[in-house]
């Protein structure tokens, strides 16, 4: 039971450069989730997804992409990448609504220089 | 829009001894509440959750938390702890119906048992 695995774990980038996050569900959870967790602020939601080509923004939007293309992936792009999103990135799904469980990834550690 | 307070940032217990995590909500419509567990360098994982019915839920590791309507909060409580419950603990909150699937977090209570 794979569940939802997120990559890369770790990663140094650059400020100004373009990074991609992927996420992978096996469970076909027709919800999809990133949070970004900071010191202070528990997790907060970046954006979600209802179902494949359907996102919408959540807390903290900006300087974020996603898309999602397929029911099992949802790569989360910072087109530009600034310090102030150096953060851990968690990943999560969720089955149909009222079921409300909602599994989360081990975390993406994202360190921008 | 609903918020989450957890009312200690760290709470320091000794072994064997019983534990309460405190946990405010605000919300101007009826809602689903949740607590989630961070071990260090994983992902969350889901101790228990309150849809409806009784106000106590029990979840794993011995845990367990009453909903209070009244006073809008759900305390997390374990009568005896044990050294494997060091962990970070996350109230949550989602509003019922349409976007009942978006959590709202806590900042987190660190736990740590001394032995």
């Known amino acids: 039971d794979a569940g939802i695995t997120q990559s890369p774990r770790y990663k140094i980038t650059e400020t100004g450069r373009q990074v991609t996050l992927m996420c992978h569900q096996t469970w076909s959870h027709s919800y999809m989730f990133w949070y970004r967790q900071d010191l202070g602020h528990g997790l907060r939601l970046i954006y979600y997804s209802a179902a494949a080509d359907i996102t919408d923004k959540g807390e903290v939007p900006d300087g974020y992409v996603v898309s999602r293309s397929k029911t099992e992936n949802f790569p989360l792009t910072l087109e530009s990448a600034t310090r102030s999103q150096t953060s851990v990135y968690f990943c999560?799904?969720?089955?149909?609504?009222?079921?409300?469980?909602?599994?989360f990834g081990e975390g993406s550690w994202l360190t921008v220089v | 829009a609903q918020s989450v307070t957890q009312l200690d940032s760290q709470v320091p217990v000794f072994e064997e001894a019983p534990v309460e995590l405190r946990c405010n909500y605000s919300s101007s419509v009826s809602v689903y509440l949740f607590w989630y567990v961070q071990y260090p360098n994983q992902g969350l994982q889901l101790l228990l959750k309150y849809l409806s019915g009784s106000t106590l839920v029990k979840g794993i590791n011995g845990f367990e938390a009453e909903f209070n309507k009244s006073q809008t909060s759900f305390h997390l409580r374990k009568p005896s702890v044990h050294i494997s419950d060091t962990a970070e603990y996350f109230c949550a909150v989602s509003h019922r119906g349409k976007g009942a699937q978006k959590l709202v977090f806590g900042q987190g209570t660190r736990l740590t048992i001394n032995p």
């Open positions: 999560a799904s969720s089955g149909r609504q009222g079921q409300n469980t909602i599994y």
